[in-house]
C-alpha cells in the first residue's frame, strides 16, 4: 500500500508518522509537500499531527487552503482512505472533509480526560 505523509509548514509529526508508516510491512510512505496538485497512485492520505503554520488563526484553517487539500478532496471522493491525527483531523475539519466545525470549549482552558 502506497501511502501519502503530507507535510506543511510547522508541522512537526510528518516524520515520525512516515517512520511509523513504513514499520508496517507492506506500506510504503512517501512525503508530499502542501504546494503539490496530485496525490495520484495512492491508496491512502495521512495528514500528520504537529503545529501547521505555527496555528496561526485557527488550528488548521491557514494548512486547510493549501494547495495539495484539493487534490485531498479529489482523493478522497474517489475512495481513497485518509487518516488525520490531531491537527491533522483540524485541518480534515477546516477544509470540510469531515462534519462539524472546531471551536472553544465553554471554560477555554485545556481539558484532557476520556470521552
Request: proline letters at 3%; aromatic letters at 10%; hydrophobic letters at 45%.
Amino acid at each position: 500500500m502506497r501511502c501519502a505523509v503530507i507535510v506543511f509548514p510547522g508541522s512537526n509529526c510528518d516524520f515520525d508518522l512516515y517512520k511509523a508508516a513504513n514499520y508496517i510491512e507492506g506500506i510504503q510512505a512517501e512525503y508530499v509537500w502542501y504546494t503539490s496538485e496530485s496525490l495520484d497512485g495512492f491508496d491512502a492520505v495521512l495528514v500528520p499531527g504537529g503545529f501547521s503554520y505555527g496555528d496561526a488563526l485557527r488550528a488548521g484553517a491557514l494548512a486547510a487552503r493549501a494547495p495539495i487539500l484539493k487534490a485531498l478532496q479529489r482523493a478522497a471522493d474517489a475512495g481513497t482512505r485518509v487518516l488525520g491525527i490531531c491537527n491533522g483531523f483540524q485541518i480534515l475539519t477546516e477544509c470540510g472533509l469531515l462534519p462539524g466545525a472546531l471551536h472553544r470549549n465553554s471554560g477555554l482552558r485545556f481539558i484532557c480526560r476520556t470521552v
